[in-house]
């Protein structure tokens, strides 16, 4: 028999009793009664045979809750836990935002640099656009995704930084003069990561691994800039289908924007930083926490890379994440010294919602109950409202909040739903006789009565701000002569070609890369799309009333030209 050391027999038995005692420890910080509340939030993301889940709660600098729910692989039946790795799509700008004033910290840029001192690329659009705007979404740039989508492109395409680089170049306008709005843009953080490589002469992935991650001991993060690299105990992203579920592919290969592969405790150590500065200093700190500004002095509820607002009462900074099925959310509330991350491999998962039913339990006694004077009745009355079929058919129709974002509300027998474009359909929760919660995006929509007749304006209430959406007024569609838009149309700026041709008496939008889709009559001369990245097509006609050309229109991308061919 072989001769084993008593004294490192001791040692390992110390070892094991150690690692059992932290264990222990652990799993008695929660309450048996604490994680069935949560068990019970998570209930219908459970099933090993489903995507799940997987989330962690931190108070006082510390983990204190951290588990993992349902499935990360279909295939193979493995469980999501803690550990697992997830994308975790636009939760990562804020590693971007933090990158940028790092070096700034360091003299290397200044959040009011010219984009184009750095990356000259970009084109002289004789207005200046400047890191902050870039990490504040008001620069006025066009976005990259809808863009791409524009071109032909799809999200499951191999989509690299260089592809992005260049479709930024060719472009020859702004949705809006820089700092004069807020408009949400992915685009400015894929180049706020090229400033940060090429400064640092590092790989936006190797700046953070060195300069974050390795310090913060996140050891199972990375930004994710090779689509074909393997990463260990990673989720698959998944879809709902009639017949089960079916894989969301994800090939993206660039990053700064999206991209952050990570777990939940891994997050958590991300979120503890900001309480407990480890990298960076207060300065970096407060720079990040405090709202953007826009030209006319006004606040947005953004901050640089982030979201600063009110939960029930209580400051919150937020950001959520959705890309292809995946689903993340990072909520901090300073002043409590709290914080949960919640990630998911369902594109069916809220995060959200589901992150804040955690804080209604952790924080229930700081969360402060009453209703602001501007706030409208308490939700539990909205049960008693019962709105006149008859009132409700005057809301249904198109609303323009902005050229090319329509607001479509429809009836669905006594409830109201609501898609913009681009967006899923939503519905309207009763607030009052015209007042509706929009839950998925923490919004409020205000119908402005007509006498009884069809409402003309809808108000809507977010973040802070009421923005109106007249009513698109109905069109005699019979008047038109669609072959008048028929023809070949072609963007320099896309580098693409669109065919329009009139089927079985609709105009027909064909691409050779899309699935064909139709262009319907709203006013004169302009059209709506039924694909989400053609919300309006306005057409131009030349001095002898033909059409030369067309301007395409959709939430994020504004008035992009294309010419008629023939």
């Known amino acids: 028999m072989k001769y084993i050391n008593p004294f490192r027999l001791l040692s390992i038995l110390i070892v094991f009793s150690l690692l059992y005692s932290v264990n222990l420890v652990a799993q008695t910080k929660v309450s048996p009664e604490l ?58 700008k804020q590693f971007t935002v933090f990158s940028i004033l790092l070096l700034e910290k360091q003299g290397k840029l200044s959040l009011d640099d010219d984009i184009r001192t ?27 995704w809808n863009l791409l989508s524009m071109a032909g492109w799809r999200m499951d395409d191999v989509i690299t930084k260089e592809h992005i680089l260049k479709l930024v170049s060719r472009q020859k306008e ?3 003069n820089p700092g004069d709005e807020y408009a949400y843009c992915n685009t400015g953080f894929t180049l706020l ?17 060195a300069n974050i991650f390795e310090p913060l001991k ?34 993206y290969a660039n990053v700064g924007a999206t991209s952050l592969f990570t777990t939940v405790e891994d997050l958590s150590l991300w979120a503890i930083n900001f309480s407990n500065i480890k990298v960076g200093d207060s300065t970096i700190i407060n720079k990040m926490n405090t709202p953007a500004i826009l030209n006319d002095g006004k606040t947005f509820g953004g901050a640089l890379g982030q979201f600063v607002g009110d939960y029930k009462g209580l400051k919150e900074i937020q950001h959520g994440g959705a890309d292809a099925g995946y689903r993340s959310y990072l909520t901090r509330f300073p002043d409590e010294d709290f ?56 809301y249904v129709g198109k609303f323009e909040l902005q050229p090319g974002f329509i607001i479509t509300v429809t009836q669905d027998n006594d409830v109201l739903k609501a898609q913009a474009t681009g967006q899923p359909m939503v519905t309207l929760k009763t607030l009052s006789h015209t007042e509706f919660k929009v839950e998925e995006v923490d919004a409020k929509v205000e119908f402005v009565p007509n006498e ?76 709506s799309g039924e694909a989400w990245f053609f919300g309006q097509i306005e057409f131009i006609r030349d001095e002898n009333n033909k059409i030369s ?3 395409i229109s959709n939430g994020r991308v504004r008035n992009l030209y294309f010419e008629k061919l023939n």
């Open 339 to 394: 914080a949960v991350v919640v990630f998911s491999n369902s594109a069916e998962f809220n995060p959200g919602r589901i992150a804040h039913q955690v804080v209604d339990i952790y924080l229930k006694d700081k969360i402060k109950t009453e209703v602001k004077p501007e706030e409208v009745k308490e939700e539990s009355t909205s049960e008693e409202i019962v709105l006149d079929k008859k009132v409700i058919a005057t």
């Open 174 to 176: 702004l949705n809006f």
């Open 549 to 551: 050309g067309c301007k």
């Open 35 to 92: 994680e069935t509340k949560i068990d019970a939030i998570f209930k219908n993301f459970s099933d090993i045979n489903k995507p799940g889940a997987s989330i962690a709660v931190v108070k006082n600098q510390n983990i204190v809750f951290k588990k993992g729910y349902g499935s990360a692989n279909l295939e193979y039946d493995i469980p999501n836990s803690s550990s697992t790795v997830f994308h975790i799509a636009s939760v990562s």
């Open 193 to 209: 990561a090229e400033v940060v490589s090429r400064i640092s002469d590092m790989s936006f992935a190797e700046f953070t691994k």
């Open 218 to 251: 996140m050891k199972n993060t990375l930004f994710y800039d090779d689509h074909e690299k393997i990463v260990k105990n990673r989720s698959y992203s998944y879809k709902s289908s009639p017949n089960g579920y079916k894989k969301s592919v994800l090939n």
């Open 118 to 144: 750095h990356i000259p690329e970009v084109p002289d659009f004789g207005k200046t656009i400047t890191l902050r705007h870039l990490a504040s979404h008001t620069s006025g740039l066009r976005d990259q």
């Open 452 to 527: 009884g007749d069809k409402v003309k304006l809808l108000k809507l209430h977010q973040g802070g701000h009421i923005m109106e959406a007249p009513r698109v007024e109905a069109f005699d569609t019979s008047s038109v002569n669609l072959s008048e838009f028929s023809g070949e149309f072609y963007s320099e700026e896309l580098f693409t070609t669109y065919h329009f041709t009139v089927v079985n008496d609709s105009l027909v939008a064909k691409h050779s890369r899309l699935n064909d889709f139709n262009l319907n009559p709203i006013k004169d001369d302009m059209f």
